[in-house]
């Protein structure tokens, strides 16, 4: 069974400054992956970035950036010079890499940029 | 074809009335996720499918939901004899075959389901 657990319900951050919302997972797969997905009010689930258990560096996207703790179990992620577009519900998710398919997400964190 | 279409966008029903939603998948993807989210909650998989083959199916797929890929391009989503529990987002992604890579999956926008 896979478990994420994202702490933070709500975040007010001001424009221009970075935030770091958290992630921490719980899994007995050796080799997995980890996502996060940002929701805006539209509902669809936008895809920001990717990490596998495997990779010894932090993925970044453009703004976006994973810092991935393997031993803490944390994959947090980090969004540089933030934007009022920012604002949204910021998912994190993982699955196995292998095997099963399905995506087990967390409870989400309410991003609101204030300008 | 720029990403997943699901049809409704929003779907009001009368408790024990049957519903049914599509998916358009990206055209080249073969594999389809349902997913369901309710409010303040992240989204919980359904089921999925491998072209026309249903894979897997979650436990929270009660007898009332069935799901259909009949020729591996679209899905449907099935709810009978809806209740107002069933009210949520259905939410419906694909991808690409699962690989050693970020193989991520796209969603589209979700069909907004009240039960009333």
């Given at each position: 069974a896979q478990k994420i657990t994202q702490t933070q319900p709500g975040m007010f951050v001001q424009e221009k400054e970075a935030v770091t919302l958290d992630c921490t997972y719980d899994t007995s797969d050796q080799s997995y992956g980890l996502f996060w997905y940002k929701q805006p009010s539209s509902g669809e689930m936008i895809?920001?970035?990717?990490?596998?258990?495997?990779?010894?560096?932090?993925?970044?996207?453009?703004?976006?950036?994973?810092?991935?703790?393997?031993?803490?179990?944390?994959?947090?992620?980090?969004?540089?010079?933030?934007?009022?577009?920012?604002?949204?519900m910021y998912f994190c998710a993982?699955?196995?890499?292998?095997?099963?398919?399905?995506?087990t997400f967390g409870t989400g964190t309410r991003l609101t940029i204030i300008p | 074809d720029t990403g997943v279409s699901q049809d409704p966008r929003h779907k009001i029903t009368k408790r024990g009335q049957n519903v049914t939603f599509r998916c358009d998948p990206i055209s080249e993807h073969n594999r389809l996720y349902w997913y369901r989210q309710t409010l303040g909650q992240g989204p919980e998989f359904l089921t999925y499918f491998q072209n026309e083959a249903q894979l897997e199916k979650s436990r929270l797929l009660s007898d009332r939901f069935s799901a259909e890929r009949p020729k591996g391009s679209f899905s449907t989503l099935e709810i009978q004899r809806t209740e107002q529990g069933d009210s949520a987002m259905y939410l419906c992604a694909s991808s690409l075959p699962q690989g050693w890579g970020d193989t991520e999956a796209f969603f589209g926008q979700g069909t907004r389901l009240t039960v009333v």
């Open positions: 895809f920001l970035i990717y990490q596998g258990s495997y990779d010894e560096q932090n993925a970044t996207e453009g703004r976006y950036s994973l810092n991935f703790q393997k031993a803490r179990k944390s994959a947090n992620l980090v969004i540089s010079a933030s934007q009022l577009g920012d604002s949204a993982m699955r196995p890499l292998f095997g099963n398919e399905k995506l | -």
